[in-house]
Every structure is written in C-alpha cells, then in structure tokens.
C-alpha cells in the first residue's frame, strides 16, 4: 500500500479473513481495513464464507470466515 500500486491501478478489490475467533486476529484484519479505507477504498459487500460455518445446538451458525469486497473512489468519478 505504501507505493501507491493501489489506488493507482487497483479498481475494486476482494479480501477474505480466517480466524480462530481470537481477538488478536481481529484486530490484525480491522488494521488491513482501516488502510484500504485510507487509500480510497469503500466496502461494496461483506458476506459471510459458511465454508467456515460452526453449528451450536443445531440450530445457530457462527462463522469465523468473512469475504469484504471494495471500491476504488478514484475509478467511480472517472470519464470514459
């Protein structure tokens, strides 16, 4: 992120957390966020993965998996 690859030629951009569920995980994916955000990027979608799924009693999902799609702000002004 720091050589400006990113908001130079990068239009949209897919990033996809795994996690055990531990707080220091989160804090690690929320700083790659907070830095997309910074150069430009804005969430499009946040979906979970349910191939990472864990069942409690049957009946709740919890997952440790989530896929977040952006934007480059830069592309969607742009004149063709």
């Known amino acids: ?10 239009k949209q951009i897919a990033v996809e957390f795994h ?14 966020l907070l830095r997309l955000e910074l150069e ?6 946040v ?11 049957n009946v709740y999902y919890l997952t440790y998996c989530y896929e977040v799609y952006y934007i480059n702000l830069r592309f969607m002004y742009e004149e063709t």
């Open 47 to 57: 979906s979970w993965n349910m191939h990472c799924k864990h069942v409690i009693d």
């Open 19 to 32: 996690s055990n569920g531990a707080a220091p995980d989160y804090k690690m994916f929320l700083n790659v």
């Open 40 to 45: 430009g990027f804005r969430k499009w979608q």
């Open 1 to 10: 992120m720091q050589d400006g690859i990113l908001q130079k030629y990068v």
